[in-house]
Structures are given as C-alpha cells and as structure tokens.
C-alpha cells in the first residue's frame, strides 16, 4: 500500500530521509517527537508537498499520479485540516455525496447517531473529541482501503480515544486488505491498536518493530555506573545516561534474566523506547 524509500525534503536546517513500507492488512504506527517529520512524511505520502529526492509509491504510484478514483480509496485526517466551522453534519453529508461515488450515506447517518454528533449543530460548536469523531467518521465512510491519520487522537480522554480506537478495528476487520498508517504521541494507543511501529528522530527512521516483538523481548534495563560498566553490551541497542547510572534497551530480555539477577528489568513501553531513543546513543 504504502513504500518510501529515501524520500527526501528539507526545511532550513531540516532534512528528512525517510524509508518505511506499510503492507496491506496492517495497522502500522508511526512515532516520534514534535519537528521529528512525522507531518513532513505524511504530508509526502499525499502528495501536498513535493519530495526532492527518493521514491514514494502510494496504491502502486507515485502519490502526484493518483486519479480522482484513487483518491477515493484514501482517506485522511490530518491535525491541520478539516471542515469549515461554519458547515454542520448535515451540510458535510451533502458535500461527501458529491465528492465521493463510494460514499456510505447509510453507515455515515449511523455513525454520527452512534457518536451523538447533531446534525444541525454548527462545527464551531463541537467540542474537540466530537471534532475527532467527525473527521474520523468521514474518513471511514467513502469505502477506502487505506487510512493516514496524523495524531486523530491527540488532546482528547480516554472515553472518546476508545471510541475512535474501536472505530478503527472496525473499519479493518470489514476488509482484510485494507490498512492504517497512524501517528500518535499516545503509546498505549499504538500499543493496542497497530502491528508494527518506525520511530523517526531528525527526520530518519531510527527503529522498526512488529509490536507483539516490542512487548514481548524489549526491555528497559536500569543500571548503576558500576552495573554499566561490567554487563555485557552486545545486546544493548540504546543507552541513556541517568543521574543515578543508565537506561539501556535491549531486545533480548530473557538473556539479561538469566544471566543478571541483581539488575532492574521492566517491561518496555512505547513511552520508554521513545525517552531512551530520542535522548540517549546508539549503541
């Protein structure tokens, strides 16, 4: 569905140099800080800035040769985009019935009343989770086989986080060729939702796992300076110094079991393989 292979685009001092692949029937994250490239690579991906640089195939082609039907088959929901504040629910429908010959009128009318969104309530009246729910619906509705969310769920609570979460499983289990490309600064979102993860830190991919391999033989090692300084290293693919000593993560967690009884182990997060990647060295 998705391949970029060293796409390249520079602002200023910012260069990004980006290569991921997103295949079919998958829900694949993508993490990072704030002015990492995220945005940037999304943006690639649409076509609304051109690349300088590198490959990006999108449907099979580059994304500025998409037809008005493979358009159709994305859907979009960018942090920075949206409907005008002064259109409603019911003024939105009509304009999707326009845009889109696949769009579900059907599921899109169930949605809304499913997600207590009024149909004559101006946008500039909703608040930020029924905003969410908005565009998310919308992205859903027109029969898409691939989605791009760039941070769907930032600033809302948990309650309507599941929602649009459960939306999410939803709109990938009608179709098993269909997938996700989805950023998130919420870990246990992507923790719970996607198949793999690309970290990007100053514009390069600088870590890609399958999840169920992330959470199951990552680990975040605590360590004193003396611990650091005699356990073996080999296995350690980051590390970050502490005031206390270091944090070290490694992908082979049952040898650090077994083989360092006295040293704090936990459980990798997200939330700590971002903190140690971002701000610590490469092993």
Do not use: W
Request: net charge negative; glycine share 6%.
């Amino acid at each position: 569905m998705i391949r970029m292979t060293k796409a390249q685009k520079k602002y200023g001092d910012f260069q990004l140099n980006c290569s991921l692949d997103v295949p079919a029937g998958s829900i694949t994250g993508l993490i990072g800080g704030n002015g990492s490239g995220k945005s940037t690579t999304f943006k690639l991906l649409l076509g609304l800035i051109s690349a300088e640089g590198g490959e990006i195939k999108i449907l099979g082609k580059n994304p500025n040769k998409l037809s008005a039907n493979d358009r159709e088959k994305i859907g979009v929901v960018m942090t920075d985009t949206g409907f005008s504040d002064y259109l409603n629910v019911k003024e939105i429908r009509q304009i999707l019935k326009s845009l889109y010959s696949t769009f579900d009128e059907e599921l899109f009318n169930s949605l809304c009343i499913r997600f207590d969104l009024p149909e004559e309530k101006k946008i500039l009246d909703f608040s930020t989770g029924m905003k969410a729910k908005l565009k998310t619906i919308v992205a859903v509705t027109h029969d898409a086989n691939l989605l791009i969310l760039d941070e769907v769920t930032a600033g809302l609570d948990v309650i309507v986080r599941n929602e649009i979460l459960d939306l999410l499983r939803e709109y990938m289990e009608k179709n098993e060729e269909r997938n996700i490309l989805i950023s998130s600064h919420i870990s246990s979102d992507l923790e719970n939702l996607c198949d793999d993860i690309y970290m990007i830190k100053n514009g390069e991919i600088v870590f890609y796992e399958e999840v169920d391999e992330l959470l199951g033989q990552y680990a975040v090692l605590k360590l004193s300076e003396e611990q650091y300084a005699q356990i073996e290293k080999e296995y350690i693919l980051f590390y970050k110094k502490e005031p206390y000593g270091y944090l070290c993560l490694t992908n082979q967690k049952q040898y650090y079991l077994d083989n360092y009884p006295d040293v704090v182990i936990e459980k990798s997060t997200i939330d700590e393989l971002m903190i140690v990647i971002n701000r610590g060295e490469e092993s």
